[in-house]
């Protein structure tokens, strides 16, 4: 009786006037477990809503003729934010598809669908079958648990990198992304830094049309403007001083492929004009050249800093923002998604101590609370070189110190002086790294090869480590 009652609780509402759709979905959900019903005007639609009759999972026809159908995904999320909305349509050019997705909808389904693309959507969505498991608040409570089955969706980018996620959230962005891979639009991703911009950028790349041809970045704070002007477009044998012969640029050299401007943010506004004129025409130049040249590039940007407040302080294109950001994506930070930091602790243990030659190492449930207690904010790449750190050192109860007094040092609220806790964060962290590169030192009476054979780092390693944190004997000075 219990799981029949599960099964009543999970819903699929069909929005619809074709009966030809309505009924051939419906098969395929109630064959799946599920309860469906079906709201065949905007009227019927709107009374499911006003008495609080809220589906796990709309889908909505589209191709309705004289019905607003965007207008009813922007008031369903308005309504029911966490409402999952999957459009269903004939129309496939990639303004349509934009334009679904920018309004709310989760998915986006090519009619006529086959019973295996229904089936997938199912299950991607609500889980396999209405029976969902609570294993993700399950997993909070303690990163040692080995026996917990987490639903880890695995995703390899290349060069040791992956898209990994375990939490419901993001693994709707990933879906997202997926979604967007197949529109050939401009992307903007947004958040913190060290969330994994870029791995969401290479996520797309992969999915997208595009993937053979190459995806190159171009990090727009790393260069001074004249020479971030010259990677970008090329230049002309004679453009300037010292320019022998001519240079193609990152656009001329990823055609047909795509090209990441990270640090977006930090463009000056010369050069945000000549993008603009990039993305308006598909046309750009090199330095000192006579001729325009054609680009047929996909263009990905990400910044972590506030595009809004930027533009109205004049320092972002109001014009380039909206060009950019046919799609945008907002990637959380690390600590609104704590559940996933025990799979990125697993993945970064593994590729840390497959990359040292390391053997695997154990730890407890205290190291398991400080991870999870820790707010991270440097976010996934603060983690992975915490874990890099940890597979060197091998000392856990230095590991455990280490992001305690991280909390205490640099315990504010987010959103407050990312960059002073960073500091103290950084300042904490090597503090305790040369503690207990010192008292290696002093067991071995500063037997150099000994100490490093028991912090199992290599002798080079240590010379460096002893250089870097000024360490000496105690016949030649104090620590």
């Not at 395929?28 to 809503?49: C, P």
């Not at 997705?101 to 086959?114: S, T």
């Not at 996620?165 to 709707?172: G, N």
Request: hydrophobic fraction near 40%; glycine fraction near 6%.
């Amino acid at each position: 009786m219990a799981e029949n009652t599960s099964q009543c609780t999970t819903k699929i509402l069909i929005i619809s006037n074709n009966s030809e759709i309505c009924a051939r979905t419906a098969i395929l959900v109630k064959a799946a477990g599920y309860v469906i019903e079906r709201a065949v005007t905007v009227d019927e639609y709107t009374r499911h809503f006003q008495y609080g009759s809220e589906a796990h999972l709309v889908l909505l026809d589209m191709d309705m003729e004289g019905t607003d159908t965007l207008g009813i995904i922007r008031s369903c999320q308005k309504v029911h934010p966490e409402q999952k909305v999957v459009a269903l349509s004939f129309a496939c050019d990639a303004h349509t598809v934009a334009q679904t997705i920018r309004a709310g909808a989760l998915d986006y389904i090519i009619k006529p669908f086959d019973e295996g693309r229904i089936t997938a959507l199912l299950e991607q969505y609500l889980g396999n079958g209405p029976f969902l498991s609570n294993t993700h608040s399950k997993l909070a409570s303690n990163l040692a648990a080995e026996n917990l089955r987490i639903d880890v969706r695995h995703e390899a980018l290349g060069n040791g990198s992956a898209f990994m996620t375990t939490s419901a959230y993001m693994q709707q962005i990933q879906a997202q992304l997926a979604l967007i891979a197949r529109v050939n639009v401009p992307v903007l991703v947004l958040g913190e830094s060290g969330v994994g911009k870029e791995v969401a950028v290479r996520l797309i790349h992969k999915m997208s049309q595009r993937a053979a041809k190459p995806l190159l970045k171009v990090n727009c704070a790393a260069l001074p403007p004249e020479l971030l002007e010259s990677e970008l477009f090329g230049y002309e044998a004679g453009a300037f001083t010292g320019a022998a012969r001519s240079k193609p640029g990152k656009f001329e050299l990823c055609e047909k492929g795509a090209i990441f401007l990270d640090e977006i943010g930090e463009l000056r506004p010369a050069l945000q004009a000549k993008l603009l004129h990039v993305l308006q025409d598909g046309r750009y130049s090199r330095l000192g050249a006579r001729f325009d040249l054609m680009a047929d590039v996909r263009i990905f940007a990400a910044t972590n800093i506030r595009m809004k407040e930027a533009i109205k302080n004049k320092m972002f294109r109001e014009d380039l923002y909206y060009r950019l950001n046919a799609f945008t994506v907002t990637i959380p930070p690390l600590r609104e998604r704590r559940e996933e930091i025990p799979t990125l602790f697993r993945s970064f243990m593994k590729r840390f101590s497959d990359q040292y030659g390391q053997p695997s190492l154990d730890y407890s449930a205290v190291l398991a609370d400080a991870c999870l207690q820790y707010s991270w904010p440097g976010n996934i790449r603060e983690l992975e070189n915490f874990v890099k750190r940890y597979v060197i050192l091998r000392d856990e109860a230095a590991a455990a110190s280490e992001l305690l007094a991280g909390r205490k040092a640099g315990a504010k609220p987010a959103g407050t002086d990312e960059q002073g806790l960073k500091h103290s964060v950084q300042n904490v962290t090597r503090r305790a790294e040369a503690r207990a590169i010192a008292e290696a030192l002093d067991a071995t009476d500063w037997n150099c090869k000994a100490a490093a054979a028991n912090l199992q780092i290599s002798y080079k390693a240590l010379l460096y480590k002893i250089k870097q944190f000024q360490l000496h004997t105690p016949a030649t000075g104090t620590r």
